[in-house]
């Protein structure tokens, strides 16, 4: 997926020295959903968004990337790298 596959909406709130961004697939899904008023309004305030939808979007992404995070933990201690870090110092990493 490339960066035109993507439209760049900025929430209007600053955090860190950026504005936080919530990037949005040109083709959104809309749906109704009944979700308590003061859980959402505590999620907006704790992370700066002003926007229902931003805040939903980004607890979602946050789903998804704590499951991933569990997959690969799952696979500590079964995957083995075997190579030699003075061999890899040694080798040209120069593109041709």
């Known amino acids: 997926m490339s ?4 439209v760049k909406r900025p ?3 600053v ?3 950026h504005t936080k961004c919530i ?3 040109l083709i959104d899904m809309r749906t109704t959903l009944i979700l308590p008023p003061g859980l959402v309004e505590q999620a907006q305030t704790s ?3 002003t926007s229902k939808t931003d805040t939903v979007i980004f607890a979602l ?4 990337r704590r499951a991933r995070l569990d997959e ?7 995957v083995s790298f075997e190579f030699d870090p003075a061999d ?3 080798k040209d990493r120069r593109r041709p």
């Open 3 to 6: 960066t035109e596959d993507f």
């Open 11 to 13: 929430t209007g709130s």
């Open 15 to 17: 955090a860190f020295g």
């Open 23 to 25: 990037y949005y697939y």
């Open 47 to 49: 992370l700066g968004f």
């Open 61 to 64: 992404r946050e789903v998804v």
């Open 72 to 78: 690969l933990k799952s696979l500590m201690g079964k």
């Open 88 to 90: 890899l110092r040694k």
